[in-house]
């Protein structure tokens, strides 16, 4: 198949170089593994515009008749790639927003490959009348992929998908970079991610009485910070370690903190994983869009707390801190289960399943 990845920015520079295997392969959503099965695939990126005539008329005449997060600048965007898509098979968005602009020109015959959306976090915004219409016709010209089941059902319901085209799909990181360090690990516990559904507040008052020194790593605003909390401001678009750096973050690290508000969308997948092939011991919230399913289990594998519960998770740090031996067994069980169920590798050959339907 000829297939092209879309993304909002960040990789098409680094394509060259994922496909050589320099650097983790799961920044690219399956791109890297689908092109090494023989796939010929290319990797565009799609930013938004700052300033465009096109997205400012789309926003003025269908500001309230858009698809969920889906705006004038996502159409924009999605245009300049427009002729790089014309032999395509398949085209993979890899957002709801870039996802849905692509189902907009592809209403209007300038996308003819088949549609593949990569979703995430639509179920958070409520739906009706004519932007509920909008989006169940964006979304019905695709091919609907999820990481977890947690949302499918509402995707189904409210967003009008047909069930047949909604995949869930667990999302996978790479085993064979993200693996565990040969030294013991230092004196701090780490937590990393810019997602919206972080919950950073919640990690903050967890490691402050009494005090247990932690890094986190993100470009999140963050409440104000005790002398034993460090900031370090970054994501993956500019970011301020190296991939290899933070994979020695990850190794460094006495545990990693997955805090999370509760949401239906499965978030921190990418940083569990990573840091669970590291071989490090993962806090993480059980929260309604948990994606973990049967395979990862809770007091083995990983530690799951209540969302929002500080002195839960302050519960679970303080079992692990106290007790070498259980952080080093979890961190073995954890490096097995990201092996099992969280390779990006599976996460691509279930993509290429959905990539290779057809149509209608």
Same mark, same amino acid.
């Given at each position: 198949m000829k297939v092209a990845f879309v993304f909002a920015g960040g990789r098409e520079a680094r394509w060259k170089e994922a496909r050589e295997g320099k650097g983790p392969s799961d920044f690219f959503y399956g791109a890297v593994e689908m092109a090494r099965a023989g796939h010929d695939v290319i990797c565009l990126d799609a930013p938004d515009p700052r300033r465009s005539p096109l997205a400012a008329l789309?926003? !003025?005449?269908?500001? +309230?008749?858009? %698809? /969920?997060?889906?705006?004038?600048?996502?159409? *924009?965007?999605t245009r300049r790639v427009l002729a790089r898509l014309r032999d395509r098979d398949v085209v993979v968005a890899a957002s709801t927003s870039h996802a849905n602009a692509l189902a907009w020109w592809k209403s209007l015959g300038r996308v003819r490959a088949r549609l /593949? &959306?990569?979703?995430?976090?639509?179920?958070?915004?409520?739906? *009706?009348? *004519?932007?509920?219409? =909008?989006?169940?016709?964006?979304m019905a010209r695709q091919q609907v992929v999820l990481f977890a089941e947690s949302e499918r059902e509402a995707t189904v319901q409210t967003c009008? /998908?047909? $069930?047949?085209?909604?995949? $869930?799909? =667990?999302? &996978?990181?790479?085993?064979?970079?993200?693996? %565990?360090?040969?030294?013991?690990? &230092?004196?701090?516990?780490?937590?990393?991610?810019?997602?919206?559904?972080?919950?950073?507040?919640?990690? /903050?008052r967890a490691v402050t009485s009494p005090p247990v020194r932690t890094r986190i790593l993100t470009r999140r605003p963050l409440p104000e !910070?005790? $002398?034993?909390v460090e900031n370090l401001r970054g994501s993956w678009h500019a970011p301020v370690v190296t991939d290899e750096e933070l994979r020695d973050l990850y190794r460094g690290a006495l545990a990693v903190i997955v805090p999370l508000e509760d949401s239906l969308q499965p978030s921190g997948q990418s940083v569990a994983l990573q840091a669970m092939a590291c071989g490090r011991p993962v806090i993480l919230s059980r929260t309604r869009g948990l994606w973990t399913g049967d395979g990862i289990v809770d007091g083995r594998d990983l530690l799951l707390v209540e969302p929002g519960s500080p002195g839960d998770l302050r519960r679970a740090l303080d079992g692990l801190l106290a007790d070498p031996a +259980?952080?080093?067994?979890?961190?073995?069980?954890?490096?097995?289960? *990201?092996?099992?169920? &969280?390779?990006?590798?599976?996460?691509?050959?279930? !993509?290429? =399943?959905?990539?290779? !339907?057809?149509?209608?």
């Amino acid at each position: 198949m000829k297939v092209a990845f879309v993304f909002a920015g960040g990789r098409e520079a680094r394509w060259k170089e994922a496909r050589e295997g320099k650097g983790p392969s799961d920044f690219f959503y399956g791109a890297v593994e689908m092109a090494r099965a023989g796939h010929d695939v290319i990797c565009l990126d799609a930013p938004d515009p700052r300033r465009s005539p096109l997205a400012a008329l789309y926003n !003025l005449l269908r500001d +309230r008749q858009t %698809p /969920v997060r889906t705006r004038g600048e996502h159409i *924009a965007a999605t245009r300049r790639v427009l002729a790089r898509l014309r032999d395509r098979d398949v085209v993979v968005a890899a957002s709801t927003s870039h996802a849905n602009a692509l189902a907009w020109w592809k209403s209007l015959g300038r996308v003819r490959a088949r549609l /593949v &959306g990569i979703h995430c976090g639509h179920v958070n915004f409520p739906l *009706a009348g *004519a932007r509920q219409q =909008a989006t169940a016709a964006a979304m019905a010209r695709q091919q609907v992929v999820l990481f977890a089941e947690s949302e499918r059902e509402a995707t189904v319901q409210t967003c009008g /998908v047909p $069930a047949p085209r909604v995949h $869930a799909n =667990a999302y &996978g990181v790479d085993v064979d970079f993200w693996t %565990p360090g040969s030294t013991p690990p &230092g004196d701090y516990v780490l937590s990393v991610g810019n997602d919206g559904r972080r919950d950073y507040a919640t990690l /903050v008052r967890a490691v402050t009485s009494p005090p247990v020194r932690t890094r986190i790593l993100t470009r999140r605003p963050l409440p104000e !910070l005790p $002398a034993h909390v460090e900031n370090l401001r970054g994501s993956w678009h500019a970011p301020v370690v190296t991939d290899e750096e933070l994979r020695d973050l990850y190794r460094g690290a006495l545990a990693v903190i997955v805090p999370l508000e509760d949401s239906l969308q499965p978030s921190g997948q990418s940083v569990a994983l990573q840091a669970m092939a590291c071989g490090r011991p993962v806090i993480l919230s059980r929260t309604r869009g948990l994606w973990t399913g049967d395979g990862i289990v809770d007091g083995r594998d990983l530690l799951l707390v209540e969302p929002g519960s500080p002195g839960d998770l302050r519960r679970a740090l303080d079992g692990l801190l106290a007790d070498p031996a +259980r952080r080093e067994s979890i961190g073995r069980c954890a490096r097995e289960a *990201a092996m099992r169920h &969280g390779n990006i590798a599976d996460f691509a050959r279930r !993509l290429t =399943a959905v990539c290779a !339907l057809p149509e209608s």
